[in-house]
């Protein structure tokens, strides 16, 4: 499963859309245009898209930063429109025709976007603040050295353990990949597995295996990097979670949600950052937080950063107000940006001297996660788009299952995904 799909899987229950004019929420249909900005003195209206996020609070949120913004910029209203479902599909269909929004976040960035021209260079936008956000937040909407989003919020995403299990077992937490394969394997009983990664017994964990061989997805001039010797050992060595049956298979829920760690079902579990209230009211300090490990000692530990980045219509006609939007809301409010992360589940700021003073994100091992995640944290490269993430993760699936010559599968993923690339980058 890819992030992004993760990510509004776990979120979305709402819809609609809200006019933030001169301070007055309007409500509106989702397809209704919006009403009242005439009567406002607003000159110019921003149609600003959310996915529906599932943190209790989150679209009340965001209509108040709106009213804040529009009242200190009363010439220009918002409509904040409340998306359901598959975020993502609409979004890309919405954006061909006259109703895109002027404002939108995106999950995963896509490197595609800022080549077509559909998104605007923010650099401006950024000014001496550039420097106080993190290296993932900066090198993850980064397109031939311009940047072409600002970071909302990262997506912390680790492996809890239980401390008690670990300990009863006698088990060290795992710093190798043959570490947690052992683990997960003595962990396993007749009640219950010793790991969850996902339903599909797959996950992040192939991503995740090429980066703690060392290796890459793609590189920076978009070469698919991910058919290396290294990277094919490590992904092959997935087989043996599969072959122990120490992985937990087509649970209720999948990997986003911690029901399964939280119920007992297995004392290992591959989850973000955004658990971690759930997980502390169910468990309290009876866990801790592990990069994904090493492939071999003296490898690399994988901490997957994800989350979610403001964009600006370059194409909509409302390039300046929109740059004020985001500049106004994601680089100059601190204290909003500091609220979106920590007061609707945990998230992490992308500006490094907000993240410091969060107090929720300051302490225990919500603190541990995030000096993980600036440690070892890793994001998808701009090209990693749905069909070559499902090219790659389509390989591994049939290389865990035994399901063909290990070599042959990555070799031919690797040159479709490299075709799929290539067609991005108009080469």
């Known amino acids: 499963m890819s992030a992004r799909t993760a990510e509004l899987s776990r979120r979305g229950f709402l819809t609609g859309s809200l006019l933030i004019a001169a301070g007055t929420v309007l409500t509106t249909g989702c397809s209704t245009d919006p009403t009242g900005a005439s009567s406002s003195g607003a000159k110019t209206t921003l149609n600003v898209w959310y996915h529906a996020y599932g943190e209790a609070g989150t679209q009340q949120a965001v209509i108040r930063y709106a009213t804040a913004f529009t009242k200190a910029n009363p010439d220009i209203a918002v409509k904040v429109t409340w998306v359901p479902g598959d975020y993502s599909g609409k979004l890309n269909a919405t954006l061909l025709t006259d109703a895109a929004p002027d404002v939108f976040e995106i999950g995963d960035f896509s490197e595609a976007m800022a080549r077509r021209g559909q998104i605007a260079a923010l650099d401006d936008v950024y000014g001496s603040a550039r420097s106080d956000f993190n290296t993932n937040a900066l090198g993850s909407v980064t397109v031939d050295g311009k940047l072409y989003g600002v970071k909302m919020i990262d997506d912390v995403i680790v492996l809890y353990y239980r401390k008690s299990a670990l300990a009863k077992a006698g088990i060290t937490p795992p710093t190798t990949f043959d570490g947690l394969a052992a683990a997960a394997k003595a962990l396993t009983t007749k009640k219950g597995k010793g790991l969850f990664v996902g339903n599909d017994g797959i996950g992040d964990s192939p991503s995740n295996a090429v980066w703690s061989s060392g290796g890459d997805l793609v590189t920076a001039d ?86 979610w980045t403001g964009c600006v219509n370059a194409k909509g006609g409302k390039v300046a107000a929109a740059k004020k939007f985001v500049q106004w809301l994601w680089v100059q409010q601190t204290d909003l940006q500091k609220d979106f992360a920590e007061s609707y589940g945990f998230h992490v700021p992308p500006r490094t001297s907000v993240a410091a003073t969060a107090k929720k994100l300051s302490e225990g091992t919500a603190k541990e996660t995030v000096a993980l995640a600036a440690k070892h944290g890793k994001h998808n490269p701009g090209t990693w788009d749905t069909a070559v993430s499902s090219t790659f993760n389509a390989a591994a699936a049939k290389i865990v299952a035994g399901q063909g010559d290990p070599a042959a599968l990555l070799a031919d993923a690797v040159t479709k995904a490299q075709s799929q690339i290539d067609k991005q980058l108009g080469r």
Do not use: N, Y
């Not at 490590?234 to 986003?256: N, Y």
């Open 222 to 307: 978009g070469k698919v990097a991910f058919g290396t010797a290294p990277a094919l050992e490590a992904i092959t060595a997935l087989k043996r979670l599969h072959d122990d049956k120490s992985l937990l298979l087509g649970f209720t829920t999948d990997w986003w949600d911690p029901s399964a760690f939280t119920q007992g079902v297995v004392p290992m579990q591959w989850c973000g950052l955004w658990a971690m209230p759930a997980v502390q009211d169910a468990l309290g300090d009876d866990f801790g937080v592990l990069p994904w490990p090493a492939f071999k000692a003296g490898g690399t530990p994988v901490v997957r950063v994800g989350g």
